[in-house]
């Protein structure tokens, strides 16, 4: 069965450095998009992507983040200065046309900021 | 008042047990209904959507909507030890396909 990846699972990096995280959607899916859910909270939108562009995002989605889909299958999510407060997980997901709101998970990326 | 409320437990049941897990939400504009199960340190899975009002089952699974109410339910039949997990529902607010999320709800389903 056909499944979203996601690497790496893990990152570590130090207050002010850029990261990437990278995701790999399901090969028919047009629709992605990026969550974030910080220890014990809940699963929170950051931004959603389609057609090459960003079609809504969020308040927590600054001008510190942004997103790319670089190639037919990567669709990245980067930070250019990361802050101790983006610690989160975060989940990359994608949907087909028609039926957006089934939307399909990566495993997620533990992003931990020191 | 927050769009999506669900209560976090913990809830813990024996095998074989009934589970009701539930959610309320503000927005009355929310037409589909969303159950997703999450493992620990794992991404949400889709379990089953529902649109509008209405029930909707899918094997030991029912989820049901009181738009009326503003009130979602999943039902869990003959609940399993594997079916510990915890349980977010989420509903989209936007056509653009923007999910939220309730807070979850952790279930243990004790052998």
């Known amino acids: 069965e056909p499944e979203v990846t996601q690497t790496p699972s893990h990152q570590v990096t130090q207050m002010g450095q850029e990261v990437i995280l990278r995701c790999v959607p399901i090969?028919?899916?047009?629709?992605f998009y990026w969550y974030r859910q910080i220890l014990g909270q809940k699963v929170e939108f950051l931004v959603s992507?389609?057609?090459?562009?960003?079609?809504?995002k969020s308040e927590i989605f600054d001008d510190q983040f942004s997103v790319e889909r670089p190639d037919g299958s990567n669709f990245t999510l980067k930070i250019r200065s990361t802050k101790l407060e983006d610690s989160a997980m975060y989940f990359c997901?994608?949907?087909?046309?028609?039926?957006?709101?089934?939307?399909?998970f990566g495993p997620g990326t533990r992003l931990t900021v020191t | 008042q927050k769009e999506v409320e669900q209560d976090p437990g913990p809830l813990s049941v024996p095998e074989g047990a009934i589970v009701s897990l539930n959610c309320t939400y503000s927005?009355?504009?929310?037409?589909?209904f969303m159950w997703y199960r999450q493992y620990s340190r794992k991404g949400p899975e889709l379990l089953m959507y529902?649109?509008?009002?209405g029930n909707k089952e899918d094997g030991r699974f029912t989820a049901q909507v009181d738009k009326s109410s503003k009130y979602i339910s999943l039902f869990i039949r003959d609940s399993q030890p594997s079916d510990s997990a915890t349980y977010l529902c989420?509903?989209?607010?936007?056509?653009?396909?923007?999910?939220?999320f309730g807070q979850g709800t952790i279930l243990t389903v004790h052998p």
């Open positions: 989420a509903m989209p607010g936007t056509s653009y396909g923007k999910l939220t």
């Open positions: 529902t649109y509008s009002s």
């Open positions: 992507f389609y057609n090459n562009e960003i079609s809504e």
């Open positions: 090969s028919n899916h047009l629709y």
């Open positions: 927005n009355s504009a929310f037409q589909y």
């Open positions: 997901a994608s949907s087909v046309r028609g039926r957006i709101y089934e939307q399909y």
